[in-house]
């Protein structure tokens, strides 16, 4: 014990502004004292506060504070794999169990470099033992925040159920307690809206959007509006009404300029270059060279894995609608290689453009294999609506080649999809 090392007993320590019983109990860990008692009597034995509660010299706790803000800085340059080496090497020290917000705050960083490095099983257990901790009374945009990257980290496992179940009690607990009507509470909203979108609740999807415009005009932070316009845009190319999704990504641009995250920018523009695609096909040239300069600004931010697959996967699109199939093929295959084989909204829609492609090309059997497979994908993910329309797509492409039975099997499967 410092006190005992230093030859002072508790009664030298405690006067004159303490009590000798008082030094005891808090040596006891009977008693916690507050931080100012903490301040003093570190003043009193020569150390600094954090030594005096954690016994980890000053000198550690900066090299630990070094090397987290070394893992943030790659975190938000892109390198996630770095990031995640990093706040790994903070989580083994034992130095740093001593040090409970220093912990967290390599906990929380770990987590968002997992996902970002494409490793969405791990991510979500670290996410989960965050909830388990975090708390909505002391700090609730941090609790907010642990529940969005949760809800979305299992959304693009393919967990939608859970995604929904996850955002709407997390939602239900900020309206109880008077926080409805804030930019968290706007992202959590946002957050709930894109995992009904994916499980096809387009009508749901639809109220919600306009609720949550209308929410966030109220607040008027940009943050909330770019959420909010941003969601809204998908609901709307899920409907169909592309123009009027491209009208509200245009909008959520336009706000962009006064934030300062340029992932979720890099996220926008491929957004907006994809609803070009669908809605206004002659300007794929455009939406084209929007996409070569959202790559090279994604590879020198803190893009996931899956922001990188989806830039991929949106360039094969519009090398399709360009006219050239076998550099879609090649940049989609991209795509797939680096998503691998596990049931992703990404995988499933790099397959599913990698199968156009094939189809552009006259490949028939290769676009089955591949388009079975993104079928199959968004049957397991709950995404029943775009599974229905996959495997009416193979039906279709069955009946160009005269595998009857295969056309048949593939119509059954598409009717079951829709409940019918």
């Known amino acids: 014990m410092l006190r005992i090392r230093q030859g002072v007993s508790q009664a030298q320590l405690a006067f004159p502004e303490l009590s000798d ?5 808090i040596e006891s860990d009977k008693r916690v004292p507050a931080p100012s008692v903490v301040e003093l009597l570190a003043t009193k034995l020569h150390c600094s506060p954090t030594y005096l509660v954690s016994g980890v010299s000053e000198e550690v706790v900066d090299g630990l504070r070094v090397t987290l803000d070394y893992a943030e800085i790659a975190l938000q340059n892109g390198a996630a794999a770095e990031a995640r080496a990093r706040f790994a090497e903070v989580l083994e020290s034992t130095d740093a169990a001593a040090l409970p917000d220093l912990m967290h705050q390599a906990r929380w960083g770990h987590a968002l470099a997992l996902e970002a490095d494409g490793q969405l099983e791990p991510a979500i257990t670290e996410l989960n033992r965050l909830k388990e901790v975090a708390s909505l009374e002391t ?14 980290c299992l959304r693009e496992r393919g967990d939608v159920s859970a995604s929904v179940r996850l955002a709407e009690e997390a939602l239900r607990q900020l309206t109880a307690v008077g926080s409805e009507s804030t930019d968290t509470a706007v992202h959590l909203a946002a957050t709930l809206l894109a995992a009904l979108i994916v ?22 932070s940009p943050r909330a509006r770019i959420w909010a316009y941003w969601e809204a845009a998908y609901v709307a190319e899920m409907r169909g009404e592309y123009d009027e999704g491209i009208a509200w990504v245009e909008r959520a641009l336009a706000l962009h300029g006064e934030q300062e995250d ?14 070009l695609l669908r809605a206004r096909p002659d300007q ?49 295959s991209q795509a797939v290689e680096m998503l691998g084989d596990s049931p992703r909204r990404a995988a499933a829609w790099a397959l599913a453009v990698l199968g156009e ?21 968004l049957e397991t993910m709950e995404s029943t609506r775009q599974a229905a329309q996959a495997w009416f797509d193979l039906a279709e492409l069955f009946g160009e080649t005269g595998a009857e039975a295969p056309r048949l099997a593939a119509y059954r499967r598409a009717l079951n999809c829709v409940g019918l």
């Open 139 to 152: 700090d609730r945009d941090h609790w907010a925040r642990v529940h969005v990257a949760l809800s979305r």
């Open 357 to 377: 492609a094939y189809v552009r090309l006259g490949l028939r059997t290769e676009a089955v294999g591949v388009l079975t497979q993104t079928a199959t994908h």
């Open 284 to 332: 794929a040239q455009h939406a084209h060279e929007l996409l070569l300069r959202t790559r090279d600004d994604i590879a020198a931010s803190a893009a996931s894995e899956i922001d990188v697959a989806w830039c991929l996967t949106t360039l094969a699109q519009a090398e399709t609608v360009l006219g050239r199939p076998e550099k879609a093929v090649e940049l989609a």
């Open 262 to 275: 340029p992932r979720n920018l890099c996220r926008l523009r491929l957004a907006f270059a994809g609803l």
């Open 21 to 25: 019983s008082y030094i005891s109990l």
């Open 199 to 220: 499980r096809g609740d387009l009508v749901r999807a639809h109220q919600l959007a306009g609720q949550l415009i209308e929410r966030a005009e109220r607040i008027g």
